[in-house]
């Protein structure tokens, strides 16, 4: 078969795209990627060997400025209506999207023509380009069991994927705890403050001193956390990067961060309990951060009672009672089979 698959914006959107797509060709499918200017480069160098990129004029309509929303509904709708005419010529048999404004002019073009259309949504809160999509589609994969935001007056079917994560997570699913008192804290750049300033001072007031920490953070700031922790006699690790992120989540026996949909996956599918901090501009990570702690594998803490009084006294706690962590790693597994359930439905 000849499958189209439309992503672009991010990083989140553009991993799972690109590994269903390997998926697919070693399945023996035509494959085209179609992505935006953004996230081309990451595309061309990750994309399986015989499949064919396109590129998509779009951008994110989420802009306050009114004019430049303009602009962003006038890239998509130029998009749509070139792929409209592309797929009078060269019709796929399928089309998968990955979210994201980039992937809405093809869903569109594939309405137009009745192409089967599947779409993946990453988030346990359904976004808003997906949203907006679904009115063209049959099929929606999700990440998470339970998603919030599918309208429920809607003739699409849902189907409960999982998403995928990098091999090396794979091959390291359901690893037990090392229980050698390790911390992973990790924010990324987006929002990465409100730990850099709370994590360090709690820790700095736990019971137990012989904690070592692996802390991740923007890079103005690596110099500043390193000082407090030597300061303070722990054992830290301060890196602006960190570029084996499966190794890191697999030697810690408890990781503190933000919930985007990638991260709490993989934490799911090596199985690490948590303490959960969603960005408070964003519900998509509330909810990731929700369905995490519903499994039971850790907490799901807003940013406003996010505190280092209330951090200290969990961190004592938890490191007081190792098999309460044991506990939280086996309920916070989650086989991920996502590659595969996802070539499978599109396939069928």
Same mark, same amino acid.
């Given at each position: ?29 035509? @494959?085209?990627?179609? !992505?935006?200017? %953004? #996230? ?8 399986? /060997?015989?499949?064919?990129? =396109? ?94 935001? @599918?309208?429920?007056? !809607?003739?699409? %079917? #849902? ?8 091999? /090396?997570?794979?091959?390291? =699913? ?102 959960? #901090? ?71």
């Amino acid at each position: 078969m000849k499958i189209w698959i439309a992503t672009g914006g991010t990083g989140g959107h553009v991993f799972p795209a690109l590994s269903v797509a390997k998926e697919l060709e070693k399945r023996g499918h035509k @494959i085209t990627i179609s !992505t935006d200017g %953004r #996230v081309m480069k990451m595309v061309k160098d990750g994309k399986p /060997d015989k499949a064919r990129v =396109a590129f998509i004029w779009a951008a994110g309509v989420g802009a306050k400025s009114k004019i430049k929303q303009i602009i962003a509904l006038a890239k998509i709708g130029v998009s749509a209506l070139a792929l409209i005419l592309r797929f009078a010529l060269l019709r796929p048999d399928r089309l998968v999207a990955f979210g994201g404004y980039a992937s809405v002019p093809a869903v569109f073009a594939a309405h137009v023509w009745k192409i089967p259309t599947y779409l993946h949504e990453q988030n346990a809160a359904i976004g808003r380009a997906n949203k907006f999509s679904m009115r063209w589609v049959k099929t929606l994969m999700t990440s998470f069991e339970y998603v919030d935001g @599918i309208p429920n007056k !809607t003739n699409v %079917r #849902v189907v409960y994927t999982g998403l995928p994560v990098r091999d /090396d997570f794979i091959k390291n =699913a359901n690893a037990p705890l090392k229980h050698e008192n390790k911390i992973l804290i990790t924010g990324g750049s987006l929002g990465a403050q409100i730990l850099d300033e709370i994590v360090p001072v709690a820790i700095a007031g736990m019971k137990n001193k012989k904690i070592f920490i692996t802390h991740q953070t923007r890079p103005e700031n690596v110099e500043k956390l390193q000082r407090f922790y030597a300061s303070h006699k722990i054992h830290a690790n301060v890196l602006s990067f960190i570029r084996d992120m499966a190794s890191s989540i697999i030697d810690a026996d408890l990781v503190i961060g933000r919930s985007g949909a990638s991260t709490v996956v993989e934490l799911e599918t090596i199985g690490r309990p948590a303490i959960l #901090v969603p960005l408070n501009i964003n519900p998509d990570q509330a909810a990731n951060a929700a369905s995490f702690a519903k499994l039971g594998g850790g907490f799901d803490i807003e940013q406003s009672k996010f505190t280092a009084k209330w951090l200290t006294s969990t961190l004592d706690d938890l490191f007081d009672n190792p098999t309460r962590l044991d506990k939280m790693a086996k309920k916070s597994y989650v086989e991920n089979l996502a590659v595969q359930k996802i070539a499978d439905t599109i396939t069928k």
